[in-house]
Each structure stands twice: as C-alpha cells, then as structure tokens.
C-alpha cells in the first residue's frame, strides 16, 4: 500500500543521539534544525553550479543539463507522497476507493518518525481538498474529526510551510463543508489555537 509506505522510512537521526525517539510533535522539528544548523554538514565542502558540472555529464539525447541520466532510489515516504497526489487526482473517479485510504492519509499527515515528515504533511494539506471534493461530503465527512486533529497537529508544528498548507485546507474545507457545519466540530483547543492565529472560519 503505497499511502503506508512512510512507515519503512528510516528515521536518519543517529547524528543526533541526544533526540528522543519517542513521537512527539516537536521532536522531529528539533532534530531538522540541529542538522539544518550543523556546520559539518554545510562547511568545507565541495560547490558546484550547472555549468560547472556540464563536462562530466554525458552529453547528447541522454544527457546533460535537461535529459539527466543520474538517479537515485525513491524513499518510503516519498511513495507515499506520490501516492497522495494520485488519490487526490483520481478520488471523482474511483471516490469509494479513494474514501477507504483517508484513514491511511490521516495517519500519514500524523507521523513524526523521520526527518521528512513535516513535507509529508505539507503535501496531504496540499490534496485533502481536491480529494474532498472528488469523494463527496458523504464519503468524506465521516473522517472530519480524525482529519482535524491532524490538521491541528500540523498547525502547532513550527513549521513553516506545512503550517500554511494546513491552514489553506481548512479555508477551502470550509467552502466546501461550510463555515458553520466545520466550525460546529472544533474542540476549545482547537478554537484557541485558530484566535492565536488570527484565523477566522467564515
């Protein structure tokens, strides 16, 4: 199943030792800035522009700069990325089965396991609403309670880019769910966490 895929996807943290492996909302934050901010890892090392690489790339139709024959091996959690776009895009045609793998995407959008996952959640933010919409409210309304909480896990996340994915799909949920039937499923926590971010439902 390629939606579970992330599950085999290693954690990379033995740099940093000192981490919790324990799942947590922050962990796998903290572990990206300590490697985002390792010197090691950014210091002395060996630059490159396209150009400069240009003679050692095979040139010609299999070649170069816009037909690159390098590649590398696909990640787990990057299957699964793949794999959430291609639900999304196929969910007005095969609803029913796109319907049964949101709980798949909803665990998805929760994992906190390796250095990626924050871009994981970015990319389910970015297609729960297409996905809706293709399923239909009453396939989809059933997983509102589970989805929002892990849209709310992403929104105190600290990051960035997954915050704002997040916060767009509620915006666009609320479109097409309307205002007052999803501001009617959010918790007091879950209102705090919206007024903290001046975002407004409706």
């Not at 934050?29 to 400069?52: E, M, W, Y």
């Not at 389910?124 to 509102?144: C, D, E, I, M």
Request: with cysteine; aromatic share 6%; charged share 20%.
């Amino acid at each position: 199943d390629g939606v579970r895929a992330y599950i085999d996807q290693p954690s990379d943290s033995t740099r940093y030792s000192e981490m919790s492996s324990e799942p947590g909302p922050f962990g796998v934050i903290a572990a990206k800035k300590l490697r985002d901010n390792d010197p090691s890892i950014h210091t002395d090392q060996v630059t490159f522009s396209c150009g400069s690489l240009a003679p050692r790339i095979k040139r010609g139709p299999g070649g170069g700069c816009m037909s690159c024959t390098h590649s590398r091996t696909k990640q787990p959690w990057e299957v699964t990325d793949g794999t959430i776009m291609l639900l999304a895009q196929l969910s007005g045609d095969i609803p029913d089965f796109v319907a049964s793998h949101i709980p798949a995407v909803i665990e998805a959008a929760k994992c906190t396991s390796f250095m990626h996952s924050p871009y994981l959640w970015e990319t389910v933010w970015q297609n729960v609403p297409t996905l809706a919409r293709g399923v239909g409210k009453k396939l989809f309304k059933p997983h509102l309670e589970e989805l929002l909480n892990a849209l709310f896990h992403t929104m105190v996340s600290e990051h960035a880019l997954a915050e704002a994915a997040a916060i767009s799909c509620l915006m666009e949920l609320a479109n097409f769910i309307g205002p007052r039937i999803l501001s009617g499923r959010f918790s007091d926590v879950q209102c705090k966490v919206l007024a903290e971010r001046g975002v407004r439902i409706g």
